[in-house]
Nanobody, 125 residues
């Protein structure tokens, strides 16, 4: 089993920045891919960005690529999401997820094995 705990969410003004952290514990060596998803009120869960144990970053589309950056510290079993130039439409609960194996459908949430409890990010206009 792998436990994931997110932190770093909060309230920020538009244009500001936040850094989310996801600390993993348990059988962390068994995970290849970690990712961030988000879910805004009334909307479906959305893939944000992922990263493999090797450090390869996984994107889906270009909408967030210039503003959101993912990184991973394997020694600390922690994944980070640096969010810059935040917009009100970035308001959502952000979830950290992990899966044991990589596959090309990494943007599909149901394929992930472990999930954190989520952290709220609110961007005011």
């Amino acid at each position: 089993q792998v436990q994931l705990v997110e932190s770093g969410g909060g309230l920020v003004q538009a244009g500001g920045s936040l850094r989310l952290s996801c600390a993993a514990s348990g059988r962390t060596f068994s995970t290849d891919t970690m990712a961030w998803f988000r879910q805004a009120p009334g909307k479906d869960r959305e893939f944000v960005v992922g990263i493999r144990r090797t450090g390869e970053k996984l994107y889906y589309g270009d909408s967030l690529k210039g503003r959101f950056t993912i990184s991973r510290d394997n020694a600390k079993n922690t994944v980070y999401l640096q969010m810059n130039s935040l917009k009100p439409e970035d308001t959502a609960v952000y979830y950290c997820a992990a899966r044991r194996y990589y596959s090309s459908d990494y943007q599909v949430g149901r394929n992930y094995d472990y999930w954190g409890q989520g952290t709220q990010v609110t961007v005011s206009s």
